[in-house]
């Protein structure tokens, strides 16, 4: 992968794209697209991010757009998807009982963050604005465009 700048994207953002019925569908969109085109520079997720977004569009939208998605997240050049060992884990639990507001997976989603020092996250999920050190944008920040 290339260097550059260093981004989380949540699976809102992801979800978001691929729903059309979604309230963030027009910003994660063009997120989604900033993401495959390079313009964020280089994008991790992690292997629970993955699960989560292929899982939801597959119940709520269908199989096709499941694997629309999959493939977008799998193929891109851009985005790192990143398998949690058992070193990750337990720090997570650990992220997971120190902040009640995030969930498992959140927890994971920081910790991966810390660990490979980034600091920002695309989410519209308030539940990471009370984690120090990590700032969170539902936007594609404007260098990046």
Same mark, same amino acid.
């Given at each position: 992968?290339?260097?550059?700048?260093?981004?989380?994207?949540?699976?809102?953002?992801?979800?978001?794209?691929?729903?059309?019925?979604?309230?963030?569908?027009?910003? !994660?969109?063009?997120?989604? &697209?900033?993401?495959?085109?390079? &313009?964020?520079?280089?994008?991790?997720?992690?292997?629970?991010?993955?699960?989560? %977004?292929?899982?939801?569009?597959?119940?709520?939208?269908?199989?096709?757009?499941?694997?629309?998605?999959? &493939?977008?997240?799998?193929? !891109?050049?851009?985005?790192?998807?990143?398998?949690?060992?058992?070193?990750?884990?337990?720090?997570?639990?650990?992220?997971?009982?120190?902040?009640?507001?995030?969930?498992?997976?959140?927890? %994971?989603? %920081?910790?991966?963050? &810390?660990?490979?020092?980034?600091?920002?996250?695309?989410?519209?999920?308030?539940?990471?604005?009370?984690?120090?050190?990590?700032?969170? !944008?539902?936007?594609?920040?404007? !260098?990046?465009?």
């Amino acid at each position: 992968m290339e260097r550059g700048n260093l981004y989380f994207i949540d699976s809102g953002v992801w979800i978001g794209a691929f729903n059309p019925r979604d309230a963030h569908h027009l910003k !994660s969109k063009r997120v989604v &697209k900033a993401v495959a085109n390079g &313009k964020l520079g280089r994008s991790l997720i992690t292997a629970l991010i993955f699960g989560e %977004v292929v899982t939801y569009i597959r119940r709520k939208i269908g199989v096709e757009q499941s694997i629309e998605v999959a &493939k977008a997240m799998l193929d !891109s050049k851009n985005v790192e998807v990143i398998h949690i060992d058992e070193h990750t884990f337990s720090a997570a639990y650990h992220m997971f009982e120190r902040y009640p507001a995030l969930s498992f997976a959140d927890a %994971v989603s %920081v910790t991966v963050m &810390k660990d490979r020092g980034v600091q920002q996250i695309i989410s519209f999920d308030r539940d990471f604005d009370g984690v120090r050190d990590i700032v969170r !944008s539902e936007i594609v920040p404007p !260098s990046s465009v």
